[in-house]
């Protein structure tokens, strides 16, 4: 048997930790250089070596160990070297400075304590960042290998957080506690960062480059090492405090201008304030803070005491309108476009604002004498010569209405120039503003009952006076501000029966030109639609087609090869009944007197007038013409003898004139060939022979025998009213400085209407308004075939809103009487209508 040969076995060597051993000399090693580099020492250092032994570490499995030994170290490092230095700069009078209000120490004592400290806490935060940025690259492979599988902060965002956790969150042991409230280094900065903010706000100078690190310091610090973006310090802690101080700062600072200061100054201050806050943020604290601090200005300077300084007597919005404050305007439309949408602050003072002086215009037209017409402007009435345009004449009745009428629409326009330059150069032609503006003014002017016939007036005025001399481009003005003033009026349709009346007058005495006048009624058409300038361009193809006509007729006249030295020469205008005003056509007077009264011409005149009948039915058979006395007018060559007894002066001889008169002028002027000297005519023998109109005739003879320029008829008694009692003879003593002399035309002048006239021109519109709200009522019946009586209502409404608006009431009214004509029929059980074909 064998036995195997005996081994002998090494004695076993005890257990040694190798990592542990090892880690201690690598810690030494970084701990040295950490020194250094606190110390600024950093240039004799070894990258490589120091990264190789954190390397190291990392393989022995340390680096837990090495995580919380540099965090250990940096705590050490600021409770030894950093703390000592930063509470020698907090000293009772800087804690006072922070916690006393308000401070007793001078703005200069608070200013250099405060940047002292400010500059201490700087420094050591730069210190440490760049320390902290140095130790990172040495300690590269920890954060790649320990802390990214750990999830723990980085080496660099955890030492970052120790500033915030043992600087700044530092409470100073005794120096704080000793205090009846006791603070933090943090709440020191804060405090010392807004009292140098006040000091700049209050002006005086401050480093502002220092603010601006100690913010930065403050956007690169966060709440907890997860670094949470919203979780900045900057924006949980000073933030907050700063807007709260700001708001407080603001409010007060409101105060002060409301008891000291105007509302000029306020909105100057204001935008002042906004653009130093703006800057601070872009250059002294944070631009994450300018859209709150914008909000604080705003809120705690501007609106909370608006109201009361937009209505400061002298100085507030009223006043900025009323003196064309514009730069002061801007900045309010500028501030309030900033904090509110719609506008609604400035919109509804400045609503208001509008119907006051529309209304302040009304009152002072009913203040205002117009029995002298104010200098350079001339009196609606008689056109006048050369040698009395320089007396200053009272006005008539008529004529002071007239010249109210025009003054009201130019006072409605020059207020509307004036909102117009405000839009434009204060309110940035904002669309909200000048829809404002616009109801504003359409309700005013509709406010007032006589607006449609005072713009009309306004129209006829420019048209007949202003035009003649003017440029192109200040006709289109004139042009324009008509048109103004059209988009306005609600009743339209009155305008319309207006402006009918008084283009017609214009167009037939010739007081205006043609191309103008079309020019005007197709800015209309284009504005209002072809239905309403429709009446207008018809009176302007008749005028067409009656100087056509009248040329014709000449032609036609000569032909015939009569040579009649004193032949009447014939200017016919031959005007479409539908198309003309029944004012002018004479109709309302017939209507009035409930015959149709014939006015009975001179023997030559008639033959005239049956010359032209047999020319004109000659190829128009059908046709029917009558003769309107009351809208025509003659030229008459008048010769005033020598005056017996009389050696010297005008009346020594013969006097030749040509006189302008109405036709029904010109037949009573006829009747006194055939009279003697001294004889007379008395007021029944003058009707009873030509059978002119009462009215008409009282009208014609007040233009030949008390207008002082025409005054070719003695009346007796010498009144300045015509009375059924009254007689007249021939002025054998007339005498004029010129040869042509105008007898005022009743029927060519445009004046205001008298109450009687207005309420018979309204009664003939609502005559008018029903059978157009009877043609809409059918017309939409027709195509919808059956309807609520609220949607028919409000489908008529909006239909006819171009023209006017229909009372509720007018529009019941109409359904009733197509009820009962059968162009409708009730639906059963419902409120609502069905068409009946």
Same mark, same amino acid.
């Given at each position: 048997?064998?036995?195997?040969? *005996?081994?002998?076995?090494?004695?076993?060597?005890?257990?040694?930790?190798?990592?542990?051993?090892?880690?201690?000399?690598?810690?030494?090693?970084?701990?040295?250089?950490?020194?250094?580099?606190?110390?600024?020492?950093?240039?004799?250092?070894?990258?490589?070596?120091?990264?190789?032994?954190? %390397?190291?570490?990392?393989?022995? $499995?340390?680096?837990?160990?090495?995580?919380?030994?540099?965090?250990?170290?940096?705590?050490?490092?600021?409770?030894?070297?950093?703390?000592?230095?930063?509470?020698?700069?907090?000293? @009772?009078?800087?804690?006072?400075?922070?916690?006393?209000?308000?401070?007793?120490?001078?703005?200069?004592?608070?200013?250099?304590?405060?940047?002292?400290?400010?500059?201490?806490?700087?420094?050591?935060?730069?210190?440490?960042?760049?320390?902290?940025?140095?130790?990172?690259?040495?300690?590269?492979?920890?954060?790649?290998?320990?802390?990214?599988?750990?999830?723990?902060?980085?080496?660099?965002?955890?030492?970052?957080?120790?500033?915030?956790?043992?600087?700044?969150?530092?409470?100073?042991?005794?120096?704080?506690? #000793?205090?009846?409230?006791?603070?933090?280094?943090?709440?020191?900065?804060?405090?010392?960062?807004?009292?140098?903010?006040?000091?700049?706000?209050?002006?005086?100078?401050?480093?502002?480059?220092?603010?601006?690190?100690?913010?930065?310091?403050?956007?690169?610090?966060?709440?907890?090492?997860?670094?949470?973006?919203?979780?900045?310090?900057?924006?949980?802690?000073?933030?907050?405090?700063?807007?709260?101080?700001?708001?407080?700062?603001?409010?007060?600072?409101?105060?002060?201008?409301?008891? #000291?200061?105007?509302?000029?100054?306020?909105?100057?201050?204001?935008?002042?304030?906004?653009?130093?806050?703006?800057?601070?943020?872009?250059?002294?604290?944070?631009?994450?803070?300018?859209?709150?601090?914008? $909000?604080?200005?705003?809120?705690?300077?501007?609106?909370?005491?608006?109201?009361?300084?937009?209505?400061?007597?002298?100085?507030?919005?009223?006043?900025? =309108?009323?003196?064309?404050?514009?730069?002061?305007?801007?900045?309010?439309?500028?501030?309030?476009?900033?904090?509110?949408?719609?506008?609604?602050?400035?919109?509804?003072?400045?609503?208001?604002?509008?119907?006051?002086?529309?209304?302040?215009?009304?009152? +002072?037209? !009913?203040?205002?004498?117009?029995?002298?017409?104010?200098?350079?402007?001339?009196?609606?009435?008689?056109?006048?010569?050369?040698?009395?345009?320089?007396?200053?004449?009272?006005?008539?009745?008529?004529?002071?209405?007239?010249?109210?009428?025009?003054?009201?629409?130019?006072?409605?326009?020059?207020?509307?120039?004036?909102?117009?330059?405000?839009?434009?150069?204060?309110?940035?032609?904002? =669309?909200?503003?000048?829809?404002?503006?616009?109801?504003?003014?359409?309700?005013?002017?509709?406010?007032?009952?006589?607006?449609?016939?005072?713009?009309?007036?306004?129209?006829?005025?420019?048209?007949?006076?202003?035009?003649?001399?003017?440029?192109?481009?200040?006709?289109?003005?004139?042009?324009?501000?008509?048109?103004?003033?059209?988009?306005?009026?609600?009743?339209?349709?009155?305008?319309?029966?207006?402006?009918?009346?008084?283009?017609?007058?214009?167009?037939?005495?010739?007081?205006?030109?043609?191309?103008?006048?079309?020019?005007?009624?197709?800015?209309?058409?284009?504005?209002?639609?072809?239905?309403?300038?429709?009446?207008?361009?018809?009176?302007?193809?008749?005028?067409?087609?009656?100087?056509?006509?009248?040329?014709?007729? $000449?032609?036609?006249? *000569?032909?015939?090869?009569?040579?009649?030295?004193?032949?009447?020469?014939?200017?016919?205008?031959?005007?479409?009944?539908?198309?003309?005003?029944?004012?002018?056509?004479?109709?309302?007077?017939?209507?009035?007197?409930?015959?149709?009264?014939?006015?009975?011409?001179?023997?030559?005149?008639?033959?005239?007038?049956?010359?032209?009948?047999?020319?004109?039915? !000659?190829?128009?058979?059908?046709?029917?013409?009558?003769?309107?006395?009351?809208?025509?007018?003659?030229? =008459?060559?008048?010769?005033?003898? !020598?005056?017996?007894?009389?050696?010297?002066?005008?009346?020594?001889?013969?006097?030749?004139?040509?006189?302008?008169?109405?036709?029904?002028?010109?037949?009573?002027?006829?009747?006194?060939?055939?009279?003697?000297?001294?004889?007379?005519?008395?007021?029944?023998?003058?009707?009873?022979?030509?059978?002119?109109?009462?009215?008409?005739?009282?009208?014609?003879?007040?233009?030949?025998?008390?207008?002082?320029?025409?005054?070719?008829?003695?009346?007796? @008694? +010498?009144?300045?009213?015509?009375?059924?009692?009254? +007689?007249?003879?021939?002025?054998?003593?007339?005498? *004029?400085?010129?040869?042509?002399?105008?007898? @005022?035309?009743?029927?060519?002048?445009?004046?205001?209407?008298?109450?009687?006239?207005?309420?018979?021109?309204?009664?003939?519109?609502?005559?008018?308004?029903?059978?157009?709200?009877?043609?809409?009522?059918?017309?939409?019946?027709?195509?919808?075939?059956?309807?609520?009586?609220?949607?028919? +209502?409000?489908?008529?409404?909006?239909?006819?809103?171009?023209?006017?608006?229909?009372?509720?009431?007018?529009?019941?009214?109409?359904?009733?009487?197509?009820?009962?004509?059968? %162009?409708?029929?009730?639906?059963?059980?419902?409120?609502?209508?069905?068409?009946?074909?």
């Amino acid at each position: 048997m064998s036995s195997r040969p *005996s081994r002998i076995r090494p004695v076993r060597r005890p257990i040694i930790n190798k990592e542990t051993s090892e880690f201690e000399p690598c810690w030494q090693t970084i701990r040295d250089a950490l020194v250094d580099i606190h110390k600024q020492n950093a240039g004799r250092l070894s990258f490589e070596h120091l990264y190789r032994t954190s %390397y190291k570490i990392v393989l022995l $499995r340390k680096g837990d160990l090495l995580y919380e030994r540099v965090k250990e170290f940096e705590e050490e490092w600021f409770r030894d070297h950093i703390m000592p230095r930063i509470a020698d700069l907090i000293s @009772p009078n800087l804690v006072n400075v922070a916690f006393v209000q308000p401070p007793t120490a001078s703005a200069h004592e608070r200013r250099h304590m405060g940047e002292s400290f400010l500059r201490g806490i700087r420094d050591a935060w730069q210190d440490h960042n760049t320390s902290m940025n140095m130790v990172a690259d040495i300690l590269m492979y920890l954060d790649r290998a320990y802390t990214s599988s750990t999830k723990n902060a980085s080496i660099y965002t955890a030492t970052l957080g120790l500033f915030r956790d043992h600087i700044l969150k530092n409470s100073l042991g005794t120096a704080s506690t #000793d205090r009846e409230h006791p603070f933090l280094v943090f709440d020191i900065l804060n405090a010392v960062m807004l009292d140098l903010i006040n000091l700049e706000r209050d002006g005086h100078v401050i480093d502002r480059n220092l603010l601006r690190t100690i913010s930065s310091m403050l956007e690169d610090l966060y709440e907890t090492d997860e670094e949470i973006e919203h979780q900045k310090l900057y924006l949980t802690v000073f933030e907050p405090r700063y807007i709260e101080n700001s708001s407080v700062f603001y409010r007060n600072e409101c105060e002060k201008f409301l008891r #000291d200061s105007d509302a000029s100054s306020w909105l100057r201050h204001t935008r002042r304030r906004l653009m130093e806050e703006q800057d601070r943020c872009e250059t002294t604290i944070s631009i994450l803070t300018s859209d709150k601090i914008a $909000r604080v200005v705003q809120t705690d300077l501007f609106l909370s005491r608006m109201d009361e300084f937009l209505a400061m007597e002298g100085s507030g919005l009223r006043s900025m =309108i009323d003196n064309d404050r514009l730069e002061d305007l801007t900045i309010l439309y500028q501030l309030i476009s900033q904090v509110d949408r719609t506008k609604t602050p400035l919109m509804v003072p400045l609503q208001s604002r509008v119907m006051e002086l529309g209304l302040e215009i009304e009152q +002072t037209l !009913k203040n205002t004498d117009f029995s002298v017409p104010a200098t350079g402007a001339g009196a609606e009435g008689e056109d006048g010569d050369a040698a009395e345009k320089g007396k200053s004449q009272t006005l008539t009745a008529a004529a002071q209405q007239t010249a109210a009428a025009i003054k009201w629409v130019d006072d409605v326009l020059q207020l509307k120039d004036k909102f117009d330059n405000f839009w434009a150069n204060c309110f940035d032609k904002d =669309i909200m503003i000048q829809s404002a503006i616009t109801k504003s003014f359409s309700d005013f002017i509709n406010m007032f009952p006589r607006s449609s016939e005072f713009v009309s007036l306004f129209i006829d005025d420019n048209l007949k006076r202003g035009i003649r001399g003017k440029t192109e481009a200040e006709v289109d003005v004139v042009l324009d501000k008509a048109i103004v003033l059209l988009r306005y009026l609600t009743d339209r349709d009155l305008f319309e029966r207006y402006y009918q009346k008084h283009l017609a007058r214009r167009l037939l005495h010739g007081k205006s030109e043609i191309h103008t006048e079309k020019e005007m009624v197709l800015r209309m058409k284009s504005e209002m639609g072809k239905i309403f300038t429709s009446k207008f361009e018809g009176m302007f193809k008749d005028m067409e087609l009656s100087k056509d006509l009248t040329d014709k007729y $000449r032609d036609h006249i *000569s032909s015939l090869g009569d040579v009649d030295t004193k032949k009447i020469d014939l200017n016919i205008s031959l005007l479409t009944t539908n198309n003309w005003p029944p004012e002018v056509m004479g109709r309302n007077v017939n209507q009035e007197e409930g015959t149709k009264l014939e006015c009975t011409y001179p023997s030559g005149i008639k033959r005239l007038q049956e010359s032209f009948f047999k020319y004109y039915l !000659k190829d128009r058979s059908g046709r029917v013409i009558t003769w309107v006395g009351s809208a025509g007018s003659a030229d =008459i060559k008048c010769v005033f003898p !020598k005056v017996p007894g009389k050696e010297s002066g005008p009346l020594s001889k013969e006097r030749r004139y040509e006189l302008h008169v109405s036709t029904y002028g010109m037949i009573v002027l006829l009747l006194f060939n055939d009279l003697g000297d001294g004889e007379t005519l008395s007021f029944e023998e003058i009707q009873a022979q030509t059978n002119i109109p009462h009215v008409d005739l009282t009208r014609t003879l007040a233009s030949l025998s008390i207008a002082p320029k025409a005054r070719v008829l003695l009346k007796n @008694p +010498t009144t300045k009213n015509i009375k059924p009692t009254d +007689t007249f003879s021939f002025n054998s003593q007339f005498v *004029s400085r010129t040869i042509k002399i105008k007898a @005022p035309i009743i029927s060519s002048l445009s004046k205001v209407e008298g109450d009687d006239e207005r309420k018979e021109t309204e009664k003939k519109n609502d005559q008018t308004r029903a059978h157009v709200v009877d043609a809409a009522i059918v017309r939409i019946m027709k195509q919808r075939k059956q309807l609520s009586h609220t949607q028919l +209502t409000t489908e008529v409404i909006t239909q006819l809103a171009g023209r006017f608006k229909p009372d509720v009431s007018l529009i019941k009214k109409r359904i009733e009487d197509l009820l009962v004509r059968e %162009y409708l029929e009730r639906v059963e059980g419902e409120s609502a209508y069905k068409y009946l074909a």
